[in-house]
């Protein structure tokens, strides 16, 4: 089974913090990607990587920014965290750039921001 | 036309019923195509994956319409464990899966 470790699943921060939620898999997945999920909006994509080292703009980057320098890892990063980033995050990998690969996702981190 | 869009719901079923919905996707050049169900709080988890015309797995069927692009997914005998949020997938023109905002179904007693 593929296993996609989040590394906390709450999380509360206050406003102007940088904060670092960190994501693992442990199927050799090249491709990881990082969602936002909010009440009446869905699942929307902020960063995706498919390789390490590379990284490329989901539909709502700003206020983000990515980190994979191994490819197990997939690091999402608030650099000055604001009240509206205030979500569930939910980390997800997939085996290649295929159609026919899904995508498998993380526990999830609920992330408050004060 | 949104990229794929679902039926929001709440679908209200009693337990034994038969319930389906759909998902519509505008990329015709699509050729897989997957469910997933999200439980309250927690994370989508992989359902159902539909590589040509269909799909089924107990009581859990995933149809393929090409012609009019969607896909459903049936669910027989309902049980109060499938009330949760069904989540469909469809690549994109890039090979990016793009999600559905989910319908919700509720099974009551």
């Known amino acids: 089974d593929v296993k996609v470790t989040q590394s906390s699943r709450y999380l509360v921060k206050r406003t102007g913090e940088k904060v670092f939620l960190e994501c693992v898999q442990d199927?050799?997945?090249?491709?990881m990607f990082w969602y936002r999920q909010d009440p009446g909006l869905g699942l929307r994509l902020i960063y995706f990587?498919?390789?390490?080292?590379?990284?490329e703009k989901g539909d709502i980057p700003e206020g983000y920014s990515v980190s994979r320098e191994k490819k197990e890892r997939f690091s999402l990063i608030l650099e000055s965290a604001s009240t509206n980033q205030t979500s569930m995050y939910l980390c997800?990998?997939?085996?290649?750039?295929?159609?026919?690969?899904?995508?498998?996702f993380g526990d999830g981190t609920r992330l408050s921001i004060l | 036309r949104k990229e794929v869009e679902q039926d929001p719901g709440p679908f209200n079923v009693p337990e034994g019923a038969t319930v389906a919905f759909n998902c519509t996707y505008s990329?015709?050049?699509?050729?897989?195509f997957f469910w997933y169900r999200q439980d309250c709080r927690k994370e989508p988890k992989l359902l159902m994956s539909?590589?040509?015309s269909g799909n089924e797995d107990g009581r859990f069927t995933a149809q393929l319409n090409r012609a009019s692009q969607y896909i459903s997914l049936l669910i027989r005998d309902s049980k109060l464990s499938d009330s949760a949020t069904y989540l469909c997938?469809?690549?994109?023109?890039?090979?990016?899966?793009?999600f559905g905002g989910g319908t919700r179904l509720m099974v009551k007693p």
């Open positions: 997800a990998s997939s085996l290649d750039g295929g159609q026919n690969q899904p995508q498998h």
């Open positions: 997938a469809v690549p994109n023109a890039g090979n990016m899966l793009t």
């Open positions: 199927m050799d997945h090249e491709n």
């Open positions: 990329n015709s050049a699509s050729q897989s």
């Open positions: 539909v590589y040509s």
């Open positions: 990587s498919y390789d390490v080292k590379m990284k």
